[in-house]
């Protein structure tokens, strides 16, 4: 057996009094793609956030690649091998969609201007909006938006893509479009956990559903396996709800 390039043993995290996460216990293997369901506040993004350190662990070990994350410590290779998706994109209003994409490289990976543009390009291609290069974010639509986020996380060449509700913001009929984007990379064996509230996408998409409630993880399942025969009672109630 392979080491899972990610393992989180006993991860707590706590805002406050209030325990967010308890002792989560979750190991990736590379090239998988980690669906976490479950209902607002079970911690879900809590969860994602302590692999790339957006939020610091209190107790236990998050490990990437055999190296502990150290909260406090070393954000900027974690930020190498890790990257994150955002429901809100979060791109540079004053800079290109090339430049974006471009911008990660050139700052963290000192590559050059053109190198890194030359790059970015490709990725653009490679998220199907190459034409949008030499615009500015605001000219596109919220699903254009998204591809870019996609393709400058893509841009730091991580070993793992975090997506905490990647289309959650997007009107409905560009939902499509970026989970297709999604749907290719998990193609190519890109190493993914995702957050989201696409059931089909998830089903489809998912070597693994994690069902999360109250800050843990109740239920680990193949989706076939989650949807059609959970027997965890939180699990069917959420199913219930959300199906
Ligand atoms: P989910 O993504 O599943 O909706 P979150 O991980 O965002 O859940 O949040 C889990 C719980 O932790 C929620 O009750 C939320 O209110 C709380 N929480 C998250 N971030 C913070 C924070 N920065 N300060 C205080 N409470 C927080
Ligand atoms: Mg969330």
Redesign the pocket.
């Known amino acids: 057996m392979a080491r899972p390039i990610i393992e989180m043993r006993g991860v707590g995290k706590s ?2 009094q ?1 325990q ?1 996460l308890k002792k989560i216990d979750l190991a990736v293997d590379a090239g998988e793609v980690v669906v976490l369901l ?1 209902p ?8 994602i956030r302590c692999i790339n350190l957006l939020e610091e662990y209190d107790t236990g070990d998050v490990i990437v690649d055999g190296t502990r994350v150290e909260p406090g410590r070393q954000l900027q290779s974690v930020r190498q091998e890790v990257a994150m998706v955002f429901q809100a994109f979060n791109l540079f209003p004053n800079h290109t969609v090339l430049d974006n994409v471009a911008l990660g490289p050139v700052r963290v990976r000192k590559l050059s201007w053109e190198d890194a543009r030359a790059r970015a390009r490709r990725l653009l291609e490679r998220v199907g909006i190459a034409e949008q290069a030499d615009k500015y974010p605001i000219q596109l639509s919220g699903g254009q938006q998204q591809r870019v986020g996609i393709a400058r996380a893509l841009a730091m060449e991580p070993r793992i893509l975090l997506f905490d509700e990647p289309t959650s913001a997007l009107d409905p009929e560009m939902v499509g479009e970026v989970l297709d984007v999604i749907k290719g990379l998990a193609g190519e064996g890109v190493t993914m956990l995702l ?1 989201t509230h696409e059931m089909g996408f998830a089903r489809q998409v998912a070597d693994r559903i994690v069902f ?1 409630e109250a800050g843990e993880i109740k239920e680990i399942a193949t989706p076939e396996q989650f949807f059609t025969a959970t027997t965890n009672e939180r699990a069917r109630a959420f199913l219930d709800a959300v199906l």
């Not at 607002?40 to 969860?47: C, E, N, V, Y």
Request: glycine share 26%; proline share 0%.
């Open positions: 805002f406050g209030f967010a479950g607002s506040g079970s911690g879900k993004s809590t969860l957050v999360m």
